[in-house]
């Protein structure tokens, strides 16, 4: 069955660093998610990506972050600057359409800001 | 914009014994609900899912929810707890329009589950 992966599992920086969070999505599909969990919080939405560009992000996806998809496989996210309030699990997710489609979940990469 | 409640944090059931979770939401357009379960240390797996057809929705390992507008609801149930359900579940809410999909998620419910 195909599934979304997610490269490294767990990183850790220091605190300025940048970072680079990987993901390959299911081939056919078509959109592309970043979710964020703080360690006992709930799952927050960053962004989204349909046709090479983002469609939506929250208030927290702010300058320091950025998504592409550099090829016909991957989608990275990009932290510029890393903070400590950056410490989470971030989650890639991609579906084949909107309207109520499934988005698949990769198992995620802790990342640790010291 | 759209919200997610779940009501309790934690909920500890007997194995065999009925498990309730509970979930409300708030859109402002027609919406699309999901739970999904997330096993320590892995990601997130949908459970089931609520497109607009039928209002009770079954979904994998036994688990059903039923989508009531009138209450804003969309609770999940299990009839017999299993040693194997134990996890933390999640409820979600994405709008149907024009939104690219994005999921507003609850803050959890960790189902515990005693011998």
């Known amino acids: 069955e195909p599934e979304v992966t997610q490269t490294p599992s767990h990183q850790v920086t220091q605190m300025g660093q940048e970072v680079i969070l990987r993901c390959v999505p299911i081939?056919?599909?078509?959109?592309f998610y970043w979710y964020r969990q703080i360690l006992g919080q709930k799952v927050e939405f960053l962004v989204s990506?349909?046709?090479?560009?983002?469609?939506?992000k929250s208030e927290i996806f702010d300058d320091q972050f950025s998504v592409e998809r550099p090829d016909g496989s991957n989608f990275t996210l990009k932290i510029r600057s890393t903070k400590l309030e950056d410490s989470a699990m971030y989650f890639c997710?991609?579906?084949?359409?909107?309207?109520?489609?499934?988005?698949?979940f990769g198992p995620g990469t802790r990342l640790t800001v010291t | 914009a759209q919200s997610v409640t779940q009501l309790g944090s934690h909920v500890s059931v007997s194995e065999g014994a009925l498990v309730l979770l509970r979930c409300n939401y708030s859109?402002?357009?027609?919406?699309?609900l999901f739970w999904y379960v997330q096993y320590p240390n892995q990601g997130l797996q949908l459970l089931l899912k609520?497109?607009?057809?039928?209002?009770l929705v079954k979904g994998i390992n036994g688990f059903e929810a039923e989508f009531k507008k009138s209450e804003t609801s969309f609770h999940l149930t299990k009839p017999s707890a299993h040693m194997s359900d134990a996890a933390e579940y999640f409820c979600?809410?994405?709008?149907?329009?024009?939104?690219?999909?994005?999921?507003?998620f609850g803050q959890g419910t960790i189902l515990t589950v005693h011998p």
């Open positions: 997710a991609s579906s084949d359409r909107t309207g109520g489609g499934t988005q698949y």
């Open positions: 081939s056919n599909h078509l959109y």
């Open positions: 990506f349909y046709n090479n560009e983002i469609s939506e």
């Open positions: 859109s402002s357009v027609p919406p699309y």
């Open positions: 609520y497109t607009s057809a039928a209002t």
């Open positions: 979600a809410v994405s709008a149907g329009g024009t939104s690219y999909g994005k999921l507003t």
